[in-house]
């Protein structure tokens, strides 16, 4: 086997994805477990546009200036 053909192991993400999804769940907790999983997303997301909001000084007026260019 080619070396470079080999993938290196699942995430923890991964993994504990897998395990979630090997069960046979109704429809509606998958569509509840994509929700949890969304927000989990944006929030962090949020979190670190916050913060490197504040690492940067931005404000809102220096924001408009910036689109206004």
Known sequence: MDIS???PPLSNIQAELLKVFSADIPEK???E?????ARFL?????DKAD???????????????????
């Open 33 to 37: 477990l994509k929700t949890i999983m």
């Open 51 to 69: 913060a490197a909001w504040d690492e940067n000084g931005y404000t809102d007026e220096k924001l408009k200036q910036m689109l206004n260019k």
């Open 5 to 7: 053909s080999v993938h």
């Open 42 to 46: 944006l929030d962090s997301a949020r």
């Open 29 to 31: 907790h998958l569509v």
